[in-house]
């Protein structure tokens, strides 16, 4: 069997609900990225790619069910090229992206491109069939951005709740402090801020044509725990998640280029890093916000490491609550995670947020001379994975 490697990566500036990307439609979205990301190889021709794989946690409008199929076409990729989209909600595009690793692995491709895509803006409004014709009854439309639709009366009411809900509950049950959250989320805007002005992100992001936006547009470098403080909760009167604390709506794209070993001879570079383990971790669906711990297990334990070996984090922050409870429980130096700046900063494109923590993490571990790194994200409905990278220089 052959290894799994990290070529290169790319993303869009993540916008904000309603903002800068508001009017490009996903599928554009996802041209986009693939697009450049292959630009950054420039001896690999677009008939050498063998698969493409996109993470999309919505597809009921513009995406068009299959945004793989779709992005690859409008990106001008041979039609001989297949696609195929997974949906694993917030955990898309790192399936998307473990997928890939196993084809390479088990020798059925050489080259295979994962992504993710989410407008979460554009995401539409969807109602039920009737399932007579002309009903008298009034028929109510259901937003698909976020969080269960059309719930099926069958399932217990405590793992339908918000996701919101479910992290108050978390930290309720684990006591952690509003304060704790705040902190953890005056953090992600200061570090996310810092890594834009150190030129962190200036290889890794691509701007999209026609659109005013050149970084992550929902970065406040101005914010701090008094200002913080200061908003109201959301899902609970006396709560302590608030819109300053959690992860936006964002509209953004990511991609990352795998292949293996041998593949460097087409692709025409070098690998960045070598994916070493995998994890995936199931639990009680109101308790997501801490399913990572379980998933990061699983994947250290499959590359044969530990925690003590891990130099590098990304952990996609849904909420401070549940990242705060992940590290918690790993007990792990927080200065190595999200060093860059995380979710609550940049943004949260559900399907899209997998590649960018992937990606990032494996230009951190060459930027930052670090051999092992781990990415992990949690998902609703209880789910979370995990990927171990290994820098190949070191």
């Known amino acids: ?55 999309n946690a919505n597809g009921a409008g513009e995406e068009n069910r299959n945004v793989a199929r779709m992005a690859l076409l409008l990106a001008g ?24 690793s196993r084809m390479i692995e088990c020798g059925d ?5 994962a992504c993710g895509v989410e407008s979460m803006t554009r995401a539409p409004w ?60 005056a953090r992600s805007h200061r570090l996310a801020d810092e890594a834009w002005r150190a030129g962190h992100y200036d290889d890794l992001v691509v701007p999209v044509p026609g659109v005013d936006l050149v970084r992550d547009e929902g970065i406040r470098p101005g914010t701090n725990t008094e200002v913080l403080a200061g908003l109201r909760p959301v899902f609970r009167p006396e709560g302590t998640i608030t819109a300053g604390n ?46 990572p711990v379980g998933a990061a297990e699983s994947a250290l334990r499959r590359a044969g490491i530990e925690w003590s070996d891990i130099g590098a984090v990304e952990l996609n922050e849904a909420f401070a609550a549940q990242s705060l409870a992940c590290l918690d429980a790993w007990k792990v130096d927080p200065d190595i995670v999200n060093a860059w700046g995380g979710a609550i900063a940049l943004g949260h494109p559900l399907g899209a947020s997998g590649g960018r923590i992937l990606g990032t993490l494996a230009n951190r571990l060459v930027a930052e001379g670090q051999r092992w790194g781990l990415a992990a994200i949690c998902i609703g409905v209880g789910q ?8 190949v220089e070191n």
Request: glycine share 8%; aromatic share 6%; net charge negative.
């Open 246 to 291: 959690a992860s936006p709506l964002n509209d953004g794209a990511a991609a990352v280029l795998l292949g293996s070993e041998a593949a460097a001879d087409i692709i025409g570079t070098r690998p960045l890093a070598r994916i070493a383990g995998r994890g995936t971790f199931a639990l009680t669906p109101q308790d997501f916000g801490i399913a």
């Open 126 to 185: 969807v109602m039920a069939k009737p399932a007579r014709a002309y009903p008298a009854h009034d028929a109510a439309m259901v937003s698909t951005t976020l969080g269960w639709r059309m719930v099926n009366a069958r399932m217990p009411a405590e793992w339908t709740v918000s996701l919101g809900e479910c992290n108050e509950q978390l930290a309720e049950r684990l006591g952690i402090s509003r304060k704790r959250q705040d902190e953890f989320a």
């Open 1 to 55: 069997m052959s290894d799994a490697y990290i070529y290169s990566a790319a993303r869009t500036p993540f916008g904000r609900f309603g903002g800068a990307l508001a009017d490009v439609r996903p599928d554009d979205l996802a041209a986009h990225v693939l697009t450049e990301l292959l630009k950054k190889s420039p001896a690999l021709g677009p008939e050498q790619v063998d698969e493409v794989v996109f993470g």
């Open 109 to 113: 491709t050489e080259v295979v491109v």
């Open 77 to 100: 990729l041979p039609v001989s090229v297949p696609g195929t989209t997974v949906n694993r909600l917030c955990g898309s595009s790192l399936d998307a992206a473990m997928a890939a």
């Open 384 to 391: 979370a994975l995990a990927v171990v990278l290994e820098n």
